[in-house]
């Protein structure tokens, strides 16, 4: 089957940016990107958190012919894109175990014609790998009208991401079955091991003249970066949270803030934030304890209804009363775009690097500084490991000891006193430039007052030594 042919378009995708996607001009690297897609390449995208991913194939999209497939590993990801579509007046949907019959039938119809109105389709992996789908996508190839395949996140593809699911490895099949169809993967979080993987996987390294990849920096230079000490014995996680929120607030108040709050239409007691904890209990009790104290709290995780669940995102993003603070599992956030949200507070420390940096990148999207703070204790770094050695077999497979190495990454950057938080991550993804840091870090405001408060706020290793931590809740969805 000869590949598809293409419209030479690339002189309207400014028109398509400003008439569809409401835009004014292209961020760094867009343009080219989308140039590159629309010739026809596969295209490898790693760019930071928040950078723009999703126009790079959203607008190929709509200036193509054809129907493009975006593989996305969650639905909430996949409803707030598909959204954000329908208010920009482009057909887009979703295939998912959450799709009503109706739904349904009108995509399957719509794909059995050959030639689909819908110009992107979400869905899941899983949905990739059944042979009803793959059915009518071949019907598709045949009238020349599948434009491209998407994965999003591509990281969930690679065994060494971190996410991975079986059915990410299927995707293979899109290559082998349809070899003319240009593919795009888009991530933030990869490393080699990941980037080669997620290459291999997808068939685009068996064309590497039709390969073009971007990959810019990791870093995120209006992220206030923090890691809080804390222990067992002295847990003050909450009233330190507490202190510092109230501090947000009374600057929020003072003079001229306030006006230009309120000429926002902005409450200057609600800033939006996002607090990860490990388990359902805890984010149950934790969102409870901060609504008793006035503060609207609201929690997020796998075993609420899907309705609430819903209904909280709905609210938080539209800056409701009484909806500031989701406190989430992990299950919450990746592909979220809400670009206010000011803070990420990690309650506990997270199980891998890579999941650190991916819900930290939740905050300032809108490119104002925002803050993002670890509480780090020795306890918790012992259950998290425990659970972790325990999860993992006796012979080690490749992806358990990756996920180990990110473990141990992480627990080395939260104990690392002596240099630039920014630096650290750049270097985790084999970054060779040190980023600028302008006093954006714990680090760069106060090197030696970060030293202290490790000193005085973590248990002692020897104390640590008489001690079991063993009773870790792994439960993070
Ligand atoms: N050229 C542009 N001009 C203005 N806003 C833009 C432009 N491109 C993207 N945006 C906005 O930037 C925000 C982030 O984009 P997007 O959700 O695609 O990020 P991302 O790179 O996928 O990040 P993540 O990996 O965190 O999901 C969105 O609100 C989007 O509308």
């Known amino acids: 089957m000869p590949?598809?042919?293409?419209?030479?378009?690339?002189?309207?995708?400014?028109?398509?940016?400003?008439?569809?996607f409401g835009k004014q001009e292209f961020r760094p690297f867009q343009r080219d990107i989308i140039r590159a897609a629309l010739q026809g390449n596969d295209v490898f995208v790693q760019a930071a958190t928040s950078?723009?991913?999703?126009?790079?194939?959203?607008?190929?999209?709509?200036?193509?012919?054809?129907?493009?497939?975006?593989?996305?590993?969650?639905?909430?990801?996949?409803?707030?894109?598909v959204e954000a579509l329908r208010v920009a007046n482009v057909n887009a949907r979703t295939l998912n175990s959450n799709t009503s019959m109706e739904e349904r039938d009108y995509i399957y119809q719509d794909l059995a014609?050959?030639?689909?109105?819908?110009?992107?389709?979400?869905?899941?992996?899983?949905?990739?790998?059944?042979?009803?789908?793959?059915?009518?996508?071949?019907?598709?190839?045949?009238?020349?009208?599948?434009?491209?395949v998407v994965v999003?996140?591509?990281?969930?593809?690679?065994?060494?991401?971190?996410?991975?699911?079986?059915?990410?490895?299927?995707?293979?099949?899109?290559?082998?079955?349809?070899?003319?169809?240009?593919?795009?993967?888009?991530?933030?979080?990869?490393?080699?091991?990941?980037?080669?993987?997620?290459l291999s996987t997808m068939g685009m390294d068996k064309t590497p003249a039709k390969l073009m990849t971007f990959t810019t920096t990791a870093h995120r230079s209006n992220l206030h970066l923090e890691v809080r000490f804390t222990s067992d014995e002295a847990d003050d996680r909450?009233?330190?949270?507490?202190?510092?929120?109230?501090?947000?607030?009374?600057?929020?108040?003072?003079?001229?803030?306030k006006a230009e709050l309120d000429a926002a239409g902005d409450r200057v007691d609600s800033v939006p934030g996002i607090i990860y904890t490990t388990s359902r209990d805890e984010c149950e009790?934790?969102?409870?304890?901060?609504?008793?104290?006035?503060?609207?709290?609201?929690?997020?995780?796998?075993?609420?209804r899907q309705e609430i669940k819903e209904e909280t995102l709905a609210r938080w993003i539209a800056n409701e009363p009484g909806y500031s603070i989701i406190v989430a599992t992990?299950?919450?956030?990746?592909?979220?775009?809400?670009?206010?949200?000011?803070?990420?507070?990690?309650w506990r420390i997270p199980k891998s690097f890579e999941g650190y940096y991916q819900e930290a990148g939740r905050a300032g999207r809108d490119g104002n500084a925002s803050y993002c703070f670890l509480y780090y204790s020795r306890e918790d770094r012992d259950r998290v490991q425990n659970l972790a050695t325990r999860n993992s077999s006796k012979d080690c497979t490749g992806n358990e000891k990756a996920r180990l190495d990110s473990l141990a990454a992480l627990i080395k950057y939260c104990e690392d006193t002596s240099g630039c938080r920014h630096a650290a991550i750049c270097k985790y993804f084999n970054e060779t430039q040190v980023p600028e840091c302008d006093f954006a870090c714990d680090w760069h405001k106060d090197a030696q007052g970060l030293k202290k408060r490790m000193v005085t706020g973590l248990a002692t290793e020897e104390w640590m030594s008489t001690q079991r931590f063993d009773d870790y809740d792994g439960r993070s969805d």
């Open 330 to 346: 992990t299950a919450f956030g990746m592909g979220i775009d809400k670009n206010n949200v000011r803070f990420v507070v990690h």
């Open 285 to 304: 009790s934790l969102s409870a304890a901060l609504r008793h104290d006035g503060i609207g709290a609201r929690p997020f995780h796998a075993k609420l």
């Open 113 to 148: 014609t050959g030639h689909p109105l819908v110009r992107l389709l979400y869905v899941t992996p899983e949905l990739c790998s059944g042979e009803h789908f793959r059915k009518r996508l071949q019907v598709v190839h045949k009238q020349k009208e599948l434009a491209r």
């Open 152 to 198: 999003d996140e591509a990281h969930c593809i690679s065994e060494w991401g971190h996410d991975f699911r079986k059915d990410f490895k299927r995707l293979s099949w899109f290559r082998d079955t349809f070899p003319g169809v240009p593919i795009m993967c888009l991530t933030a979080t990869a490393n080699d091991v990941v980037r080669k993987d997620i």
């Open 3 to 20: 590949p598809l042919v293409r419209t030479d378009s690339f002189q309207d995708v400014d028109f398509t940016l400003r008439r569809q």
């Open 238 to 257: 909450y009233d330190d949270f507490i202190t510092w929120l109230e501090s947000v607030y009374k600057r929020r108040r003072a003079g001229k803030r």
């Open 51 to 81: 950078f723009g991913k999703s126009l790079c194939f959203q607008l190929p999209a709509v200036i193509d012919r054809g129907i493009t497939i975006v593989i996305s590993p969650l639905l909430s990801l996949m409803m707030n894109q």
